[in-house]
């Protein structure tokens, strides 16, 4: 999620050199901003890392045990759900304070994003409810009913829809977004996670976690397909961008399952570290990153020949993951450590660490062009 930024232009600077690009400047007087931010559960706050400089740019303090993160593609703001509290917290980018909060349902977790990025949907895991949050009015304008322990929202690519993964009652809801109702509860395995949904919007994949499977539902007759047996205890999905092929995280079993969409079938599985963990793809599909949370080690795939190329320390209990917009670095949160790990992708090495608050818990990029300093 980048190239490093300097907050001064050089005056002398007329021709494109590599020092002007770095600036990361756009048009006269701006500059490109990017930051990570980091939820910590028991601080009670975000750290904001700077990722040009990869140290820490402020602490903000939010509400109680946040979690989830998200990052607006709309706005200059980043939303923090704060599971304790029942609340979401909105954060100014550019000012690097928290300007309001949205109170939601009980146990809430993370929020998603509608495509159109105005609307956030948090699923409110002991209300049994998702909260829909008008982002610009940033209020709460629905509360809708669905299954028992909601976990995760996932939005549908149209915009039409959003399905959500009811831990407590192995099921999912497929919520029409024209009406507010349920449209239909569809049956998948026992304590379902994570959603992805393929980029023309025809199925969804839930991850089971006490099942060992992934169920594969077909979003317009809103029923089951498969179960897809990856693993032991799938913790994360992550889908290439073209949606042929979805990659698991089985977190008992020591692998990374990998489903062809197209066939809804396992068609291969690769061994990682202990625990794999989270895991993200990278832009252009052709690079996998896992973390293994009990190898404390981070493993690169080259996803074409399936061939691990490395496996990298980065500190205690890795879990999250996110790349830089330029795809250069791999953010990785290590819970145990406290820290934020960068490893420089292409070099395949660990780059920096840096100290963040206590138990982090997840990290969100967040790219802009602001006005330089000494030109507002």
Same mark, same amino acid.
């Given at each position: 999620?980048? @190239? ?14 590599? $020092? ?17 931010? /980091? ?35 709309? =706005? ?61 009015? =940033?209020? /709460?304008?629905? &509360? ?16 039409? &829809? *959003?399905? +959500? ?9 497929? #919520? ?29 994949? #839930? ?25 032991? &205890? ?21 692998? #990374?399952? *990998? *489903? ?37 080690? +981070? ?11 490395? $496996? *990298? ?10 790349? $830089? @917009? ?6 990785? /949160? ?11 992708? @292409? ?13 982090? =818990? ?13 030109? =507002?």
């Amino acid at each position: 999620m980048m @190239p490093p930024v300097k907050r001064w232009l050089l005056l002398g600077c007329i021709l494109w050199t590599s $020092s002007c690009h770095q600036a990361g400047s756009v048009a006269a007087g701006r500059t490109l901003r990017q930051y990570g931010f /980091v939820t910590n559960g028991k601080s009670n706050s975000v750290s904001v890392v700077n990722l040009a400089t990869f140290r820490l740019e402020r602490t903000i303090a939010v509400g109680e045990d946040p979690t989830g993160v998200t990052a607006s593609p709309l =706005r200059n703001e980043v939303y923090v759900v704060n599971t304790g509290s029942g609340t979401v917290s909105v954060l100014n980018a550019e000012t690097l304070q928290a300007e309001t909060s949205i109170r939601v349902g009980r146990r809430p977790y993370s929020l998603e994003l509608s495509p159109d990025g105005k609307t956030g949907y948090v699923a409110n895991s002991e209300s049994d409810t998702v909260s829909v949050i008008d982002l610009i009015a =940033r209020q /709460v304008t629905r &509360t809708v009913p669905v299954g028992r322990g909601p976990g995760t929202v996932k939005a549908a690519p149209d915009g039409k &829809t *959003i399905v +959500i993964s009811n831990r407590n009652g192995a099921s999912i809801s497929i #919520v029409d977004l024209s009406t507010m109702q349920t449209a239909a509860e569809v049956p998948v395995g026992s304590e379902p996670g994570p959603i992805a949904i393929l980029p023309d919007g025809t199925q969804a994949f #839930v991850a089971n976690a006490a099942s060992g499977t992934v169920s594969a539902v077909d979003l317009r007759s809103h029923k089951l397909i498969a179960h897809l047996e990856t693993g032991k &205890t799938p913790a994360a999905l992550a889908l290439k961008p073209d949606g042929g092929e979805l990659f698991v995280t089985n977190f008992d079993s020591h692998s #990374v399952a *990998i *489903i062809n969409t197209y066939a809804d079938e396992v068609a291969e599985s690769l061994r990682a570290g202990l625990n794999p963990s989270q895991a993200v793809v990278d832009p252009s599909g052709t690079m996998l990153y896992f973390s293994n949370f009990s190898s404390n080690t +981070i493993s690169i795939v080259e996803i074409n020949s399936r061939h691990v190329q490395a $496996s *990298i320390e980065v500190g205690t209990r890795p879990d999250a993951l996110a790349l $830089s @917009p330029d795809g250069r670095y791999l953010l990785v /949160v290590n819970t145990a450590s406290n820290d934020l790990a960068v490893v420089d992708a @292409p070099k395949q090495s660990l780059f920096t660490v840096v100290p963040v608050g206590q138990s982090p =818990r997840a990290v969100a990029v967040k790219a802009f062009q602001a006005a330089a300093a000494g030109t =507002r």
